[in-house]
T-cell receptor, first 114, second 110 residues
Framework: ETGVTQSPTHLIKTRGQQVTLRCSSQSGHNTVSWYQQALGQGPQFIFQYYREEENGRGNFPPRFSGLQFPNYSSELNVNALELDDSALYLC?????????????FGPGTRLTVL | KNEVEQSPQNLTAQEGEFITINCSYSVGISALHWLQQHPGGGIVSLFMLSSGKKKHGRLIATINIQEKHSSLHITASHPRDSAVYICAAPTQGGSEKLVFGKGTKLTVNP
C-alpha cells in the first residue's frame, strides 16, 4: 500500500504564471482535499474532490481550480499567480468525504512566487 | 463557522517532561483531529476522536464534547517529539471542510 505522494516537491514561478500541482491518493481512497499553508500558519482548506466532483470549497478565488481523475489522483491549478500564493500546498486523501474521516497527508509542494 | 484555538503557541520542555497542548473549538463537531508536522513540512495524523480518550504509545488525546475542548498529552517527552502539533475540526458537524488551529511548536531539549 503506497501513501499519498505529491509532485513536484519545490517550485519557483513568477507573478502572473500558472502552476499545476499533483497528488496521488492512498490506495482505496476516493476523496482528496487540498490545503494552503502559509509560513507560520495552520493549513487553510482550498477544496475537496469526491469521486471526481468538487465537494466543498474554502474561501479561495476561482483562479484556484482542481480536478480529480478516475484513479482518484488529483490536480490543483492556480492561474495568474500572485506573490501571496507562495506557500506549502498539501493534499490529503481519505476513505470518504466528511470531517469525521481520517486524512492522510502528502509531503507537500512548496511554491515560491517571485 | 468553527473557530479553533490552540495553546500554548510555543512550548519548550526538558526531555522526560509531561507535555499538554490544548485545543478549543466553538461549534459542535463530529470528530477532532490531532496532527503532527515536522520541519520538512509533512503532516502525520496522530488521532481522530469524537469522544473520550485515545492512546498511542506515549501520546494520549482526550476530548470533552460538552466543553468543546481537547488536549494532547505526551508522556516522557523526547527530543524526537519536537514538532508542530496542530488540531483541526470540521467547520460544523461532519462538514468536509476542516478548520485548523495555528499549531503549537514544541521543542524538547535533551
Amino acid at each position: 500500500e503506497t501513501g499519498v505522494t505529491q509532485s513536484p516537491t519545490h517550485l519557483i514561478k513568477t507573478r502572473g504564471q500558472q502552476v499545476t500541482l499533483r497528488c496521488s491518493s492512498q490506495s482505496g481512497h476516493n476523496t482528496v482535499s487540498w490545503y494552503q499553508q502559509a509560513l507560520g500558519q495552520g493549513p487553510q482548506f482550498i477544496f475537496q474532490y469526491y469521486r471526481e466532483e468538487e465537494n466543498g470549497r474554502g474561501n479561495f478565488p476561482p483562479r484556484f481550480s482542481g480536478l480529480q481523475f478516475p484513479n482518484y489522483s488529483s490536480e490543483l491549478n492556480v492561474n495568474a499567480l500572485e506573490l501571496d500564493d507562495s506557500a506549502l500546498y498539501l493534499c490529503a486523501s481519505s476513505l470518504n468525504p466528511g470531517g469525521d474521516n481520517e486524512q492522510f497527508f502528502g509531503p507537500g509542494t512548496r511554491l515560491t512566487v517571485l | 463557522k468553527n473557530e479553533v484555538e490552540q495553546s500554548p503557541q510555543n512550548l519548550t520542555a526538558q526531555e522526560g517532561e509531561f507535555i499538554t497542548i490544548n485545543c478549543s473549538y466553538s461549534v459542535g463537531i463530529s470528530a477532532l483531529h490531532w496532527l503532527q508536522q515536522h520541519p520538512g513540512g509533512g503532516i502525520v495524523s496522530l488521532f481522530m476522536l469524537s469522544s473520550g480518550k485515545k492512546k498511542h504509545g506515549r501520546l494520549i488525546a482526550t476530548i470533552n464534547i460538552q466543553e468543546k475542548h481537547s488536549s494532547l498529552h505526551i508522556t516522557a517527552s523526547h527530543p524526537r517529539d519536537s514538532a508542530v502539533y496542530i488540531c483541526a475540526a470540521p467547520t460544523q458537524g461532519g462538514s468536509e471542510k476542516l478548520v485548523f488551529g495555528k499549531g503549537t511548536k514544541l521543542t524538547v531539549n535533551p
